[in-house]
């Protein structure tokens, strides 16, 4: 899932990271670093303030940080010209995958295999595994990560104490909530209908996962044949349907954008709703002054699943090195100031996410992460959606086939036979480069 989150920040004291800020490797990264970076909902000025305090423990070097909320659109250009920036995040409208195909950004092995900016043991050991390896192709390490998401549902803690409620763990318990929940005069669920990946990660791939295991969705990414019509693919279509036909998804939910599904949440007019955890930053600006407790909980578990109960998904906006970058040295050395345990942490105080740096999730934590930073710390398997990046066509056909489903326009049974279809021609072009995962 994008992340789209707006949030605050807060200053950080330049003079004691003076005092003992960064100084690893001090003399040995000459001249200035162009660093390009998407603008949206964490801004860039945690990156500014990074920049200058890099600058004033290591004197001589400059670091020029710029970015927009639509930085990718400037970049494309750049690749294709060979005057890429030294460092870049650029964002969720990025093609990532053509850059790695075409080598237009490095291979980072050598360097997270050396030392960390602080430390010992190696740079890569700073990472959760689970995150380094959605950047990883034919055994190379291409892409890292900085903050990171998790997927699941979201209720209302204080409307649920209200009716006496509990978030549903599996989906027995599901139903009968929502039978409570329609009968109080509240939707039961909402989603954001426009984008249909919504419901793809929300609703489709958990409980495919929870009637199957894993190796059901891994099979879905690993385009093997018939993996996208499979008994669990099918059953959880059915599952779908099956909230549709009780009338406990949200009327009208097909139309909605995200931030329109995500205000009948928060306005008590719907009582839960899958998002990443960017959803509390997203709606900052609407969230209710009081009476409102914004909480995450796994989506419910299909009763006598085969699949593992904590298995959580997640997903990054990478950074990359470009390969025409004029100065690689000092943008890995920048990097790995950036993720140092310290900021790390400070990103997640000041803008209210998860990290990828391990340890980072001993930092003060916003009410609404601390359990979704306790689902990855339990989760026995994570996994991410990445295939739309991977095969794009294949994408838009499930997000095509996901809205015909949710209108009633197909069955489960034409649903995964379409999802099968576009697996196929995947499958068939032997100009698009293939991936696997890997566990």
Sequence with gaps: ??????????????????????????????????????KGGYGIDFFEKAAKEYEAAHPGKRIKVWGNPRVWEQLRPLFVAGTPPDLTWPGWGMDYWPLVYEKKVIALDPYLDGPPFEGSGTWRETFEPSLLALGQYEGKQYMLPYFFSISGWWYDKALFARHGWEPPRTWSELLKLCAKIKAAGIAPITYQGKYPYYAIGGFLVPWAISHGGMQVFDDCQNLVPGAWKSPS??????????????????????????????MEFITGRAAMIPCGTWLHSEMREQLPPSGFEMEFFLPPVLDNGKGDPTAVAIGIEPWVIPTDGKNRELAVDFYKYLTTPKKARQFVEEKGTLMAVKGSDQAKMPVYLKAPAAAFRAAQVTYSSEYAQWYPALGKASQDAMSALMTGEATPEQFVQRLEDAAEKARQDSALPKHKVVR
């Design 1 to 38: 899932m994008r992340s789209l989150a707006p949030i605050a920040v807060a200053a950080i004291c330049l003079t004691s990271l003076i005092a003992c800020g960064p100084r690893r490797g001090g003399g040995s990264k000459s001249g200035e670093l162009n660093v390009a970076l998407f």
């Design 233 to 262: 693919m099918l059953e959880a279509a059915h599952r779908i349907k099956q909230l549709m036909d009780l009338g406990y998804l949200q009327k009208g939910a097909n139309g909605m954008s995200h931030t329109e599904a995500q």
